[in-house]
């Protein structure tokens, strides 16, 4: 898994960035719905409000997350974008695919074992064949999987509303390029964790 989603000695090249993918596999039979959180969050709200995300999945939903809130993945794509002229991957919400952001994940573990969708995509062959069909080198970890697996699979995923996991890093914003990067930042929901990744001050 870390040879696709990660880079040598880089920092996401630990297992603690993979855990939650077979998390499932771990945990026993007992544990049947799991909400794993970045250190780096500040609530605003009741967490068991979060649990109860669980209760808006549909019959395919396995997992729950929020977007990426910076243009990282229309960067990574940048090939595949290339190559598809029109795609939406990699594009800005409302109506692109801007790619998840894994700080805030629901995991219905009892779906994640039950799914052989989702556990046919963890062999290395499938592994291949997806990196291969979206000229795809990664370095985010488990993140980079979900995104991948939620563009070619969509209904495996719960989408959280950005207040859900309100990201404040802005190491990607280039002068001359504010506007899109406003694009995918914006948030204009009620705010109920706030995610100061890559060291960002909470309001």
Not at 7 to 25: C, N, P, Q, T, V
Not at 108 to 113: K, Q
Request: proline fraction near 4%; charged fraction near 25%; glycine fraction near 8%.
């Amino acid at each position: 898994m870390q040879k696709y989603f990660s880079k040598l000695y880089d920092y996401f090249s630990h297992a603690l960035f993979y855990f939650s993918i077979g998390l499932y596999r771990v945990l026993p039979g007992n544990f049947h719905r799991v909400i794993l959180l970045d250190v780096d969050l500040k609530f605003t709200d009741d967490i068991s409000k979060l649990y109860d995300r669980f209760k808006l999945f549909t019959d395919d939903n396995i997992i729950g997350i929020g977007r990426e809130m910076q243009p990282v993945y229309r960067t990574l794509f940048t090939q595949y974008r290339n190559d598809h002229n029109g795609t939406r991957v990699g594009d800005p919400p409302p109506h692109g695919l801007p790619g998840f952001n894994s700080g805030v994940l629901l995991l219905d573990l009892d779906r994640m074992r039950d799914s052989k969708l989702y556990n046919s995509q963890l062999a290395e062959e499938s592994l291949a064949r997806l990196t291969g069909e979206f000229t795809f080198d990664g370095y985010l970890g488990d993140q980079d999987f979900y995104t991948l697996l939620g563009m070619k699979y969509p209904q495996l995923f719960h989408r959280l509303p950005c207040g859900w996991n309100r990201q404040l890093c802005r190491s990607k914003r280039r002068t001359g390029e504010e506007h899109i990067f406003d694009q995918y930042h914006r948030c204009d929901e009620e705010v109920k964790i706030y995610h100061g990744n890559c060291n960002a001050r909470f309001p």
